[in-house]
């Protein structure tokens, strides 16, 4: 599977390399676009929905490692994008790419990863690959494609070795609109595609650090008209869109490093008694503006089959009550940080770490996974009709 950095020798036929920043050497056989690209090596356990995982913005400066072997036999096609081109930079699968059987393709993966410049490495013991990351942390990486077999070793151990990390990195610029936009669609339905939910009210203006769009269909399946705004958009300038409510999006990089900016919008919107609902990175936001701290994860929680369960926040006889959700974050807000006047309310069962709060006295919430799935289960959807329903 691995050999050193300082040996030029690769296997016949391998066109794909993973380049450690310690020298390690993982090869493979390449597919996607060519080239180089470095980031963080992170692994996904989802089953399904590979296109919609590529295509998350919080996985910007990211190389997935699949667990699951067989990605790419349903194809690609346009209605599980879930972000303009954004996304991860590259994928390790275990199996070689295969033409695709689903009726709803309309595309091959492969060509889907060339088309959208992003490199993928097929071959790869990715059990090997999981355990190195579960023992050793989240590598950075350089990931490699060359049809031709030729690679400079020593400048990919060099690229990746010189990336800083996730850690401090505000990613948000790069992946969040440009400019302010009146979200259009709603619920997916076989041989309809997404249902246009018209301009509902109550009004939501949702700050874009790199959101996924099934976040604002299920806002607008819940009822809501949602207006989308870029992530550096002011105090002021959400106010004068007189919103019943703000929503604070998932998006990639350092929680504390976004919050430079961020946070003291969503402390003024905390001030103001404007309800707020945060996920994800946004939920990580809301925490430190509450008082909380974040923190860099050993691993993280990547997949689409995470227990949490609910254990505050005036749940009633569903307290205790365990969903299965979906998750992608390498950052996580500290529990053992929550200042007086916030709530724990929901922990992961995988390994006790925060996944909600509530602010007491105020209509502020966050949760730390993936409500509007995407790929993954849809346990927790009450949380957007839950939203919606405290707008009046």
Not at 34 to 48: I, L, P
Not at 257 to 282: N, Q, S
Not at 365 to 374: I, K, N, T
Request: negative net charge.
């Amino acid at each position: 599977m691995a050999r050193s950095a300082n040996s030029s020798a690769r296997p016949e036929g391998a066109t794909g390399a993973i380049v450690f920043a310690d020298g390690t050497i993982v090869w493979g056989k390449g597919f996607g676009v060519s080239g180089s690209k470095v980031g963080e090596m992170c692994f996904n356990t989802a089953m399904t929905g590979y296109q919609e995982v590529m295509t998350d913005p919080s996985y910007d400066s990211q190389v997935v490692c699949f667990t699951f072997p067989h990605i790419g036999n349903v194809g690609a096609n346009e209605e599980d994008v879930e972000s303009r081109g954004l996304g991860a930079v590259g994928c390790v699968v275990r199996q070689e790419v295969t033409p695709h059987s689903n009726f709803r393709a309309q595309n091959q993966f492969a060509d889907w990863m060339r088309a959208h410049g992003r490199i993928g490495i097929s071959g790869v013991d990715t059990r090997a690959l999981t355990r190195k990351i579960r023992t050793e942390g989240a590598p950075n990486v350089a990931i490699a494609h060359a049809p031709n077999g030729q690679f400079d070793l020593e400048a990919l151990q060099r690229q990746a070795a010189e990336w800083s990390g996730l850690e401090g990195l505000d990613l948000a610029p790069g992946v969040t609109r440009g400019v302010l936009e009146d979200w259009r669609g709603g619920h997916w339905q076989l041989g309809h595609g997404y249902a246009d939910h018209g301009n509902e009210k109550p009004h939501v203006v949702a700050m874009d650090f790199g959101a996924k769009d099934n976040i604002f269909r299920s806002l607008a399946r819940a009822g809501a008209k949602v207006t989308v705004v870029p992530a550096r958009t002011s105090f002021d300038e959400i106010m004068r869109l007189k919103p019943a409510g703000v929503f604070l999006s998932n998006g990639p990089g350092d929680p504390a490093a976004t919050g430079e900016y961020a946070v003291p919008v969503i402390r003024k919107l905390l001030e103001a008694d404007m309800p707020i609902f945060g996920i994800c990175l946004g939920h990580q936001m809301l925490g430190l503006a509450a008082g909380a701290k974040t923190a860099k994860m050993f691993q993280g929680h990547r997949g689409a089959n995470h227990p949490v369960q609910r254990v505050g926040g005036g749940w009633g006889d569903s307290e205790g009550l365990v969903e299965i959700t979906s998750m992608n974050h390498g950052f996580a807000v500290d529990g053992e940080t929550l200042p007086e006047g916030v709530e724990q309310t929901h922990v992961s069962l995988f390994d006790g770490t925060n996944c909600g709060i509530a602010i007491t006295g105020k209509r502020a919430f966050g949760v730390q996974y993936h409500p509007e799935a995407s790929p993954g289960p849809q346990d927790s959807f009450y949380l957007f009709e839950k939203f919606v329903g405290m707008l009046g």
